[in-house]
């Protein structure tokens, strides 16, 4: 049984950070990309960062280039999210999401095969 959960989320002050954290089971991890999606409610699932499967290769939406960093440890089983300089606009639920691929970094939530169940983040101003 696959699971992903992730961890992390909570209210932080803009300007702050947080580090959010997936743990995952019941796959192969080495052999699975990686992404972090966010989502607000009446929005589409959108894309924050993705990390290949061996760690070399990172995709990061424009948004948030320069104030996160996706990392992996496939010793762990684990993929964290370092969010530095948090934003209002940064409020969402965050998703971790796992698809065997063999060449890119994709980015269409439809591409991603399992998920977790999300965990909130809020930054107030």
């Known amino acids: 049984q696959v699971q992903l959960v992730e961890s992390g989320g909570r209210l932080v002050q803009a300007g702050g950070s947080l580090r959010l954290s997936c743990a995952v089971s019941?796959?192969?991890?080495?052999?699975?990309?990686m992404g972090w999606f966010r989502q607000v409610p009446g929005k589409e699932r959108e894309p924050a960062a993705v990390?290949?499967?061996?760690?070399?290769?990172?995709y990061y939406a424009d948004s948030v280039k320069g104030r996160f960093t996706i990392s992996r440890d496939n010793a762990k089983n684990t993929v964290d999210l370092q969010m530095n300089t948090l934003k209002p606009e940064d409020t969402a639920v965050f998703y971790c999401?796992?698809?065997?691929?063999?060449?890119?970094?994709?980015?269409?939530?439809?591409?991603?095969?399992?998920w977790g169940q999300g965990t909130q983040v809020t930054v107030s101003s």
């Open positions: 999401a796992a698809v065997p691929w063999v060449r890119g970094l994709p980015t269409r939530p439809r591409d991603y095969t399992y």
């Open positions: 990390i290949s499967r061996g760690g070399a290769s990172t």
């Open positions: 019941g796959l192969t991890f080495s052999d699975y990309v």
